[in-house]
């Protein structure tokens, strides 16, 4: 999503990378996988068809089933082609995150590698919804810039490179509802010890990702620096 884009609007939010066998109850927000979304989601069935295809600008890894591969991210009280409210979208995305991480096995289970996730599963993106499919790709944070603009969703599946770092979980993701829940009640709360905690979250997320560019003395001190925000 733009930075400079107005703070509502109709957008789709997703989570291309993230595989799940049902919906997901984040406090008001619910995570629907692509094949459950029902024509009820939406506001109107031109809005039910292009939805999905959103998804498909995202590449997956090869050899993996396209249809079980990606999420949706709304409120339960609205449906797509409604506004969205852009600065509530921070604390699902984090509690999502939270709950993912906190359910990978342990080092010592068997075959660990077969159910990880790491912090890419839960990368989340936005588009406000064009009812004529086109769309267009940006990116950056210290240099924001259209990638490219004149897409049109249907024509340009999986233009967007997944992280060469995703893993792919043989059975998908799994996620801890209820502490993903709590996380998002604690994260809503508007003290200071929320903010705390949106920041300490977000050192996780670097810990976490699986991309050799971060460290390991670098994830050391941002375990660190989570935990001394934390706390």
């Known amino acids: 999503m733009s930075p400079d884009a107005p703070l509502n609007s109709r957008d789709v939010v997703l989570l291309p990378y993230l595989r799940l066998v049902g919906r997901l109850s984040v406090g008001p927000w619910e ?37 079980k591969w990606g999420c949706l991210v709304k409120k339960k009280a609205v449906r797509f082609g409604d506004f969205v409210e852009r600065h509530e979208l921070v604390p699902v995305h984090h509690a999502i995150l939270v709950g993912v991480l906190a359910s990978n096995p342990e080092a010592n289970a068997r075959n660990p590698g077969r159910s990880m996730s790491t912090s890419e599963s839960c990368m989340m993106f936005g588009h406000p919804i064009s009812e004529e499919g086109r769309v267009s790709v940006e990116n950056g944070a210290m240099f924001h810039q259209v990638v490219v603009a004149g897409l049109r969703l249907g024509d340009d599946d ?16 799994q996620v801890d509802e209820a502490l993903a829940a709590a996380t998002h009640t604690a994260l809503t709360l508007g003290t200071e010890g929320a903010r705390r905690l949106s920041t300490a979250i977000e050192w996780l997320q670097t810990v976490w990702m699986n991309t050799e560019a971060v460290s390991w003395d670098v994830r050391v001190m941002a375990l660190k620096a989570a935990w001394v925000r934390a706390t």
């Open 31 to 67: 995570v629907i996988p692509r094949p459950e979304l029902t024509r009820a989601d939406t506001t109107t069935q031109q809005v039910f068809e292009v939805v999905p295809k959103y998804l498909d600008l995202y590449a997956i890894p090869k050899h993996q089933p396209r249809e």
């Open 158 to 173: 999986g233009y967007v490179s997944h992280p060469t770092s995703l893993c792919a979980p043989w059975d998908g993701n």
